[in-house]
């Protein structure tokens, strides 16, 4: 398991722009299906300013499936993407919002391909982790709360199977990700990340 990169989050108090829906995979210069993130929180984190999550959804494609949107700019796609990417539905107008008070964490439920996923959110607390799939559609709402404010430590993993994958144009790819101008070792398309543990630093040992 290699380190693709970090990145802090911090929402203010009363700080109201939403993350909107996405998923992580889909910025990314990698293919593979082992991409990963653990979400650790530095704050008391409540339902209403937690993560939401599509639960399941990594399922549903490849992991590059929806077109990336700025999370400023209101929510518009990236331009420049091809191939296959679709843009994602408005998830949040079509969920179906459900009320259950012994499982505060669930939002509602997500209809695709004929079945009903969950959407949930958790609540945490500074040293917790939140671990999910890449491919994993997720958003966050604003931090509403007038005291605290909401940050979080997010670390990016990538497996054995992620190579590095020529992006239709590069400068669309997640800025802190390495980019093959800035890289120490230039890896080529298809070659293993695990390749330059210079860029990727190795967080596990692989085992025989």
């Given at each position: 398991?290699?380190?693709?990169?970090?990145?802090?989050f911090v929402k203010e108090v009363?700080?109201?722009?939403?993350?909107?829906?996405?998923?992580?995979?889909?910025?990314?210069?990698?293919?593979?299906?082992?991409?990963?993130?653990?979400?650790?929180?530095?704050?008391?984190?409540?339902?209403?300013?937690?993560?939401?999550?599509?639960?399941?959804?990594?399922?549903?494609?490849?992991?590059?499936?929806w077109l990336p949107t700025r999370?400023?700019?209101?929510?518009?796609?990236?331009?420049?993407?091809?191939?296959?990417?679709?843009?994602?539905?408005?998830?949040?107008?079509?969920?179906?919002?459900?009320?259950?008070?012994?499982?505060?964490?669930?939002?509602?439920?997500?209809?695709?391909?004929?079945?009903?996923?969950?959407?949930r959110t958790f609540e945490v607390?500074?040293?917790?982790?939140?671990?999910?799939?890449?491919?994993?559609?997720?958003?966050?709402?604003?931090?509403?709360?007038?005291?605290?404010?909401?940050?979080?430590?997010?670390?990016?993993?990538?497996?054995?199977?992620?190579?590095?994958?020529?992006?239709?144009?590069?400068?669309?790819?997640?800025?802190?990700?390495?980019?093959?101008?800035?890289?120490?070792?230039?890896?080529?398309?298809?070659?293993?990340?695990?390749?330059?543990?210079?860029?990727?630093?190795?967080?596990?040992?692989?085992?025989?």
């Amino acid at each position: 398991m290699n380190l693709l990169y970090d990145q802090l989050f911090v929402k203010e108090v009363l700080y109201d722009s939403v993350t909107p829906w996405h998923q992580d995979q889909a910025y990314y210069a990698v293919e593979g299906k082992q991409i990963g993130s653990t979400w650790v929180p530095l704050d008391p984190v409540p339902h209403e300013s937690s993560m939401l999550y599509l639960c399941g959804s990594h399922t549903w494609g490849t992991g590059r499936d929806w077109l990336p949107t700025r999370f400023i700019q209101n929510a518009e796609t990236y331009e420049g993407f091809t191939g296959k990417m679709k843009p994602l539905p408005d998830i949040d107008k079509m969920l179906i919002s459900t009320s259950d008070e012994s499982d505060p964490g669930l939002v509602g439920q997500f209809a695709h391909d004929g079945k009903l996923w969950d959407v949930r959110t958790f609540e945490v607390m500074p040293g917790d982790v939140l671990l999910f799939h890449g491919a994993c559609l997720h958003a966050a709402p604003g931090n509403p709360s007038n005291t605290n404010r909401r940050r979080a430590l997010a670390i990016r993993w990538v497996g054995d199977d992620c190579v590095w994958l020529e992006k239709d144009d590069p400068n669309h790819q997640i800025p802190n990700t390495p980019t093959a101008a800035n890289m120490p070792r230039d890896l080529k398309a298809g070659e293993p990340l695990r390749l330059d543990e210079v860029a990727f630093p190795r967080g596990w040992p692989r085992t025989s």
